[in-house]
C-alpha cells in the first residue's frame, strides 16, 4: 500500500502526536549505563561500549536540557579516570586500559565550560573528584597534555597547537586509513583552545595568565597555519607522523566538518 492511496492508514501508535523534544529527550535514557553512583554512556547498539568522547559529547546534551545530575555523574566516572593527560577511549566491564583518543580529555573540558555557565563555577570546581577536586583534574590534564601523554598526545612548544598520534580522533579509520589525520587535526586545536581559554577563567589568579597565553599561541597559530585564503576554508591537518614544530607539518586541502568547532 502507498501512502497516498485513499485506503491507508498509518497504525495506532502513529496517531498521536509527540513534541520532537521529548522524543529525542526520552530516548537519551536506552543510552545511559549505570555504574553505580556515576553513568556513562553506550555509544550505539548492538556492539559499541562505554566510548569517552561519545559519552562527553552526549553529556553536553544532558547539560542542555538540563539533567545536571545525570551530568556530574558522567564526568565524575570520567574524571576519575584521569591519568597523565588521558581518559578512556572505551570501558569494558570494568577495563579501562584503552586511552588512545586525543579528543575525549578536551571534550571532557567543554562539558565542565559548559556546566559552570549553568552552574555557579565554585562549587562544581572544588567538588571532589576520587583524590582531587574537579579544578585539579583539569589542570594535571592541561598540564601533561602540553608536557606529553603517555600515548603521544603533545603540544608543539613553538605554536602550542596539540599533536595527535594515528587513530586518535573520531573520524580516523584502522587500515587503511582512509582520512589520515596523524598530525595537528583542526577540530583538536579548537577544542583545545577553547580548554585553554576556560582555564584561564578559572584557574588561580598567578596561572590564568600562563593559560590566557598558550590560548593566545594556539589562536593565532590556527589562522596562520590552517586558514587558506585562496579556497575560503580552514585545512583539515596539519599532517607529520610524530610532534614537530607545526611550521613544517604539512597542511592539506581537504574540506572537512571537524572545522565548524571553531
Same mark, same amino acid.
Given at each position: 500500500v502507498k501512502p497516498d492511496d485513499k485506503n491507508f492508514t498509518l497504525p495506532g501508535p502513529f496517531h498521536s502526536t509527540v513534541p520532537f523534544c521529548q522524543v529525542i529527550q526520552t530516548s537519551l535514557d536506552a543510552f545511559i549505563v549505570n555504574r553505580g553512583d556515576e553513568k556513562s554512556v553506550v555509544a550505539g547498539y548492538p556492539w559499541f561500549l562505554d566510548w569517552g568522547r561519545d559519552s562527553l559529547i552526549f553529556c553536553r546534551s544532558l547539560i542542555e536540557i538540563g539533567r545536571i545530575r545525570d551530568a556530574f555523574a558522567i564526568l565524575s566516572l +570520567? @574524571?576519575? +579516570?584521569?591519568?597523565?593527560?588521558?581518559?578512556?577511549?572505551?570501558?569494558? @566491564?570494568?577495563?579501562?586500559?584503552?586511552?588512545?583518543?586525543?579528543?575525549?580529555?578536551?571534550?571532557?573540558f567543554a562539558c565542565c565550560r559548559q556546566l $559552570?555557565?549553568?552552574l555557579s563555577k565554585e562549587p562544581l570546581l572544588t567538588q571532589n573528584i576520587g583524590r582531587r577536586t574537579m579544578l585539579q583534574v583539569l589542570k594535571d590534564m592541561a598540564s601533561s597534555m602540553i608536557n606529553g601523554t603517555p600515548t603521544g598526545v603533545k603540544a608543539d612548544p613553538e605554536s602550542m597547537l596539540l599533536y595527535s598520534p594515528a587513530h586518535f580522533t573520531w573520524m580516523d579509520t584502522n587500515f587503511p586509513a582512509g582520512t589520515p589525520r596523524q598530525g595537528y587535526p583542526i577540530e583538536i586545536q579548537a577544542l583545545w583552545y577553547?580548554?585553554?581559554?576556560?582555564?584561564?577563567? &578559572?584557574?588561580?589568579?598567578?596561572?590564568?595568565?600562563?593559560?590566557?597565553?598558550?590560548?593566545? $599561541? &594556539?589562536?593565532? $597559530?590556527?589562522?596562520?597555519? +590552517?586558514?587558506?585564503?585562496?579556497? @575560503? +576554508?580552514?585545512?583539515?591537518?596539519?599532517?607529520?607522523?610524530?610532534? &614537530?614544530?607545526?611550521?613544517?607539518?604539512?597542511?592539506?586541502?581537504?574540506?572537512?566538518?571537524n572545522q565548524l568547532l571553531l
Open positions: +570520567f @574524571g576519575k +579516570f584521569e591519568k597523565n593527560g588521558t581518559l578512556p577511549n572505551m570501558i569494558s @566491564g570494568e577495563d579501562a586500559r584503552n586511552i588512545e583518543t586525543s579528543d575525549a580529555p578536551l571534550w571532557f $559552570t555557565q549553568t577553547h580548554a585553554l581559554e576556560f582555564l584561564s577563567q &578559572v584557574d588561580d589568579l598567578d596561572a590564568q595568565a600562563k593559560w590566557q597565553k598558550h590560548a593566545d $599561541t &594556539v589562536k593565532r $597559530t590556527i589562522m596562520e597555519r +590552517f586558514w587558506r585564503e585562496a579556497d @575560503g +576554508f580552514f585545512s583539515d591537518c596539519l599532517h607529520c607522523r610524530e610532534p &614537530v614544530d607545526a611550521c613544517h607539518a604539512i597542511p592539506d586541502d581537504a574540506l572537512r566538518p
